[in-house]
């Protein structure tokens, strides 16, 4: 079993900064696409942001310019820093991981939630 535990999330006012870690554990092989969702009340999950393990990164267009996802692969971990945050990123945010695992095979997992709040 591969579980992700993300951890970063928070309080803060529109213009300020967080960064979200989301460190995945188990007998992972290999790691491909590293994502991030988010789920605002009464919306669907959306997806924020995403590193493909073949290169590549793709943000959703409301966050281009503001979030930078990255991952350390020596570490299983995904990050997303969050810059110029704004009431609408207000959402609990998910982290998902693809790939192979030693016991699975291809795994697809997803974290638990973290909060995030952009508030005055």
């Known amino acids: 079993q591969v579980q992700l535990v993300e951890s970063g999330g928070g309080l803060v006012q529109p213009g300020g900064s967080l960064r979200l870690s989301c460190a995945a554990s188990?007998?992972?092989?290999?790691?491909?696409?590293m994502g991030w969702y988010r789920q605002a009340p009464g919306k669907q999950r959306e997806l924020v942001a995403v590193s493909i393990g073949g290169g590549g990164r793709n943000y959703a267009d409301s966050v281009k310019g503001r979030f930078t996802i990255s991952r350390d692969n020596a570490k299983n971990t995904v990050y997303l820093k969050m810059n110029n945050m704004k009431p609408e990123d207000t959402a609990v945010y998910y982290c998902?991981?693809?790939?192979?695992?030693?016991?699975?095979?291809?795994?697809?997992?997803w974290g638990q939630g973290t909060q995030v709040t952009v508030s005055s």
């Open positions: 188990g007998s992972i092989f290999r790691l491909d696409d």
């Open positions: 998902n991981m693809n790939g192979l695992a030693l016991d699975l095979g291809d795994f697809d997992s």
